[in-house]
């Protein structure tokens, strides 16, 4: 039977563990319980031209030889945007070995790091630290592993709890369900420690390689009820590393009297620079756990660096435990700050947390431990025994909660969730369940959700701390009757920062053309917003004029198809800002439908993995959008001008040319969905060339348009011209010619005005929304 186990995606490392009877943590291929969150990317064969990724320790030995190649922290790139400030201003500072960039089928809200001229997303790298867990879980298990409970920081946001679910289905994981890191901890501290009906209000300090992570919870009877999140996705071990490294590098240049060493650092040859940096970091970190429980660290980094005379300059400092408690001060402040907020936001105080629980690598040291002590009373404070593996351990005992099917603890015969006792040997499964495990989850909203509407407003849809899941309904209005085309976005509010979570575009596109015709006001849009218990949301939107018409999509976060989106939404700000005539907006108005139907389709809901055929179809579709735009190129009035005039006037056309002029047509709307540019002009010409061709007929349609625009705003004129109309076809029945063209003589410089006049009228797009 196929195992379902919890992982602990961290930035710095992984852990998987498995529960059965008891919970066990698993070993990996190397015979360890922690896996480095380390990828490296290296050339194989004779011909160096075949790639294979290395994950784990292993990849950390290439830190030295390839850090160009080596991807450390991804973690911290998972659904970011290349323009967040803190990750440009760690560009800035050249803190990383790889090069990253926004993605070149991307927006800016999307990042690639770039290895060997590849292009991959952090998720995609994150996906190989997962198929190594999922692969070395399967060796040791003897068994296939297609589930999994995956832990994520609290704080992440929709975008990054998207990524990570992106990166699961990539290394073939099934999600059962992502869960915060601290609750995953206060799941293993709770199983040990708070037994039947005891309740217990824990504030879990999450102080890991990356991430800041604090969750209150109320722990009772088997129930893990969230009461609030908080924390920083840029602090962590990582953080305290590189304040170690800042140390020696400072210590370093006052030693050597070098003014500028970052500028010294960069200088060197680019090997020795590179597996100086390494050095540096490594022996960063292990100075940092050396003073958990010595009173000085030393770093000493010999014959790597140069002088501008070539001679070699050696590393050799010292760090004391109070340097290092002062180096520390900025970031344990930091800490306490964000602490104190979170109890504020739920109206707690210290008096009323019953323990304080701190789990993750940087929550052992001595100078943390004593200011969570300091602020919450040392009694209260619990350093988990298993800190760098209890949170794998909680997703575990969830990820066992959620099968359908597992073992009794006493009799070993396989037993269903919904069973209270086993039918085999009579055990309790329910009370076993509670004092051992995990009964229910109540999750809460990491973050508020804003949705944006027309003139810079904002729409509160749901509260940060709403128990999860949970949904909220609201009524908009489209801006115009004419509107068929919505412009959602969504973001959170993070440390009192707005964040993009994404975007929705909607197209309204199966509606009657004589309803919108005749509308005067502008439909409404009914959007709910859903947030499941993995904090990821959803969003269905339907017309309230018409229900039936559900009009929902992905939302979109920055990658392919939100570079295609605006790319087609540039279009359409170029058309309103050219003041495009009615025929031409209703041209890019029905392309614009086309291809947001053709976006829906690009990439796997599971993987994100793009179809490239529809990618460059769709692209091609929006350059050709935008041309024939700008040249008043026009299709669909092209098209449906023939189709009408057959219509209408049908029975004095000649066989040949109207089966002519229905082949082209025809032709016209293949290359519209699948043709090029070149193709589009062609059919375009070929079909108006067979229309002109049919002289005074088309007459007799700019004589039936200008009644069809007059019928409501001029309802005589309009009766006038269709009486005109009659009586000049009547005439071309009976042959009369000469009096045919005394008649067009007469009414066709009044009609002209009339077709002048609509055609010369602009439009706009609109594609806001308002309360």
């Given amino acids: 039977m196929s195992k379902s186990i919890g992982i602990d995606l961290g930035t710095t490392n992984s852990v998987a563990a498995i529960k059965r009877v008891t919970t066990e943590v698993l ?7 922690i896996t480095p969150s380390c990828v490296t990317l290296i050339k194989k064969g004779r011909a160096r031209n075949k790639f294979e990724f290395i994950v784990g320790r292993n990849a950390q030995e290439w830190l030295k030889q390839a850090p160009e190649n080596t991807i450390v922290a991804v973690k911290r790139l998972m659904g970011r945007s290349f323009q967040n400030e803190v990750l440009q201003q760690i560009l800035l500072e050249n803190r990383l070995n790889y090069r990253i960039a926004a993605h070149s089928r991307g ?35 003897d068994d296939e592993v297609d589930f999994a409970v995956i832990t994520v920081p609290a704080y992440f946001n929709d975008k990054q709890k998207h990524a990570t679910r992106t990166a699961a289905a990539l290394a073939g994981l099934k999600v059962r369900r992502l869960l915060p890191e601290p609750t995953a901890a206060a799941i293993s501290f709770g199983v040990d420690q708070v037994k039947g009906d005891d309740a217990r209000t824990v504030l879990v300090f999450d102080f890991g390689g990356g991430t800041f992570d604090l969750s209150v919870l109320i722990i009772s009877g088997g129930q893990f009820i969230e009461q609030g999140k908080g924390g920083d996705m840029w602090l962590g071990g990582e953080d305290i590393d590189r304040c170690i490294m800042d140390f020696v590098l400072a210590e370093t240049a006052r030693e050597y009297d070098i003014k500028d060493i970052h500028a010294f650092i960069n200088n060197q040859e680019p090997h020795l620079k590179n597996q100086f940096m390494a050095e540096l970091k490594a022996k960063a970190e292990k100075a940092k756990i050396s003073l958990n429980t010595e009173q000085s660290a030393y770093i000493d980094i010999l014959s790597l660096l140069k002088d501008e005379d070539g001679d ?9 435990r109070t340097q290092f408690d002062l180096l520390l001060t900025p970031i344990i402040d930091k800490t306490l700050v964000l602490t104190r907020k979170i109890l504020l936001d739920i109206h707690l105080t210290p008096e009323l947390v019953d323990n304080v629980l701190m789990v993750g690598g940087s929550s052992l040291i001595p100078r943390v431990v004593q200011a969570i002590k300091d602020e919450f009373g040392a009694d209260k404070v619990l350093v988990h025994d298993r800190p760098m593996l209890a949170i794998a351990e909680g997703a575990a005992i969830l990820s066992h909660r959620l099968v359908d099917h597992y073992e009794c603890p006493q009799c070993g015969t396989t037993v269903s969730q919904n069973e209270d006792t086993c039918q085999q040997c009579g055990f309790d499964l329910v009370t076993f369940t509670i004092e051992q495990g995990v009964l229910d989850i109540v999750h809460a909203a990491a973050h508020d959700y804003y949705l944006h509407l027309e003139n810079g407003q904002k729409h509160l849809f749901i509260e940060k701390n709403t128990p999860l899941p949970c949904e909220d309904t609201a009524v908009f209005s489209l801006v115009h009757p004419d509107q068929r085309f919505v412009h959602l976005k969504f973001s959170n509010i993070v440390n009192e920062k ?37 904090n990821i949301i959803a969003v269905n939107a339907s ?4 229900p039936d018409l559900n009009v929902s999509r992905t939302i979109s976060r920055g990658m392919s198809d939100e570079k295609l989106l605006l790319e087609l939404e540039a279009t359409i700000e170029e058309a309103n800002r050219k003041n495009y005539n009615i025929y031409v907006i209703y041209e890019l108005v029905h392309r614009t439908l086309a291809i947001l139907k053709d976006i829906d389709r690009l990439g796997d809901p599971e993987t994100g993995t793009v179809n490239k055929t529809l990618y460059q179809k769709i692209e091609m579709n929006i350059q050709k959008a935008r041309r024939l735009a700008a040249e008043n190129k026009l299709s669909k009035p092209t098209i449906e001008y023939a189709i009408t005039l057959l219509q209408k006037f049908g029975s004095i056309i000649p066989k040949g040319l109207q089966h002519d002029i229905r082949h082209k047509v025809e032709f016209l709307q293949k290359s519209d969905l699948n043709g090029t540019y070149k193709d589009n002009i062609k059919a375009i010409d070929d079909l108006q060339k067979s229309l002109k061709s049919l002289g005074t007929i088309n007459a007799f349609m700019e004589i039936d348009k200008a009644a069809y625009f007059l019928q409501d705003v001029d309802p005589d004129r309009a009766q006038k011209y269709k009486k005109y109309l009659d009586e000049i076809l009547l005439l071309h029945k009976n042959g009369n010619i000469d009096n045919v063209f005394q008649l067009l003589n007469e009414i066709m410089p009044e009609v002209l005005d009339v077709i002048q006049m609509i055609e010369s009228a602009t439009n706009v797009i609109h594609k806001d929304i308002r309360k």
């Fill in 27 to 33: 070993k990996n291929k190397e015979g360890e319980f």
């Fill in 107 to 141: 927006t800016a809200k999307s990042v690639a790091i770039i290895i060997e001229r590849q292009e991959f997303t952090p998720e995609e790298i994150s996906a190989q630290i997962l198929e190594k867990i999922r692969q070395d879980a399967e060796s040791v298990l």
């Fill in 312 to 320: 070699l300059l050696d590393v050799d400092v010292e760090l004391s």
């Fill in 498 to 534: 707005e964040e993009s979570i994404g975007d929705l575009w909607l197209g309204i596109d199966q509606l009657d053309e004589e309803e919108l015709m005749k509308r005067d006001e502008p439909f409404r849009v009914e959007i709910t917003l859903k947030i499941d218990e993995n």
């Fill in 543 to 546: 017309l309230k004029e018409h």
